[in-house]
């Protein structure tokens, strides 16, 4: 009878481990997803002020057209990678955006009326607020991906990934060559 009632509690300690680690393991997982879809919505919301205030510089600097059409590439390809899941693809995309708009605020210095256009000024705040909070939605899906890797990594719950279906993240790291500030001519 004592050996029923130990192998009934160590069966149920057992299941109660399983339940937890893969709820641990999905929680985790899902935050990660959740974070993921916080960078998307940033990416989104900058791609989306881009065409103002390109249409802002545009009626002072009409001759720059190469550096228009660059920046409509890039926010389409921006676009594009916030609709999947291929994390590299998004940090290429969204490095490509960004040099787009280093050259576009170059254009901008050249015209000081445009400096002092208020459409133009509120523009650049609102894309230097969104920059500010990319980087956020960037550091707070890593640190979601770093909890959910040392869970994928580290025994006991890396027996249960399996059962759980949740596997090792990428982070959202910049692509080569974005510790380097871009060169602009015109």
Same mark, same amino acid.
């Given at each position: 009878?004592? %050996?029923?009632?130990?192998?009934? *509690?160590?069966?149920?300690?057992?299941?109660?481990?399983?339940?937890?680690?893969?709820?641990?393991?999905? =929680?985790?997982?899902?935050?990660?997803?959740?974070?993921?879809?916080?960078?998307?919505?940033?990416?989104?919301?900058?791609?989306?002020?881009?065409?103002?205030?390109?249409? =802002?510089?545009?009626?002072?600097?009409?001759?720059?057209?190469? *550096?228009?059409?660059?920046?409509?590439?890039?926010?389409?390809?921006?676009?594009?990678?916030?609709?999947?899941?291929?994390?590299?693809?998004?940090?290429?995309?969204?490095?490509?955006?960004?040099?787009?708009?280093?050259?576009?605020?170059? *254009?901008?210095?050249?015209?000081?009326?445009?400096?002092?256009?208020?459409?133009?000024?509120?523009?650049?705040?609102?894309?230097?607020?969104?920059?500010?909070?990319?980087?956020?939605?960037?550091?707070? %899906?890593?640190?979601?991906?770093?909890?959910?890797?040392?869970? =994928?990594?580290?025994?006991?719950?890396?027996?249960?990934?399996? *059962?759980?279906?949740?596997?090792?993240?990428?982070? %959202?790291?910049?692509?080569?060559?974005?510790?380097?500030?871009?060169?602009?001519?015109?």
């Amino acid at each position: 009878m004592l %050996y029923a009632i130990v192998a009934v *509690v160590v069966l149920v300690a057992l299941v109660g481990f399983v339940i937890s680690g893969f709820n641990k393991l999905r =929680t985790s997982d899902i935050g990660a997803q959740e974070a993921l879809g916080g960078i998307d919505v940033q990416l989104t919301r900058r791609a989306d002020l881009i065409p103002n205030l390109v249409e =802002t510089v545009k009626g002072y600097a009409a001759h720059e057209k190469g *550096v228009f059409e660059e920046i409509t590439r890039a926010r389409a390809g921006v676009q594009a990678a916030a609709k999947g899941d291929d994390v590299p693809a998004k940090a290429a995309a969204d490095a490509q955006l960004q040099q787009s708009l280093i050259k576009l605020n170059a *254009v901008a210095e050249a015209y000081p009326d445009l400096k002092a256009n208020t459409n133009f000024l509120d523009l650049q705040k609102q894309l230097a607020e969104t920059e500010n909070q990319i980087s956020f939605a960037r550091q707070y %899906y890593n640190d979601a991906v770093a909890s959910l890797n040392k869970l =994928t990594q580290t025994i006991p719950w890396m027996f249960l990934t399996g *059962v759980a279906n949740v596997h090792k993240r990428e982070f %959202y790291d910049a692509p080569d060559g974005q510790e380097v500030a871009p060169t602009v001519k015109f």
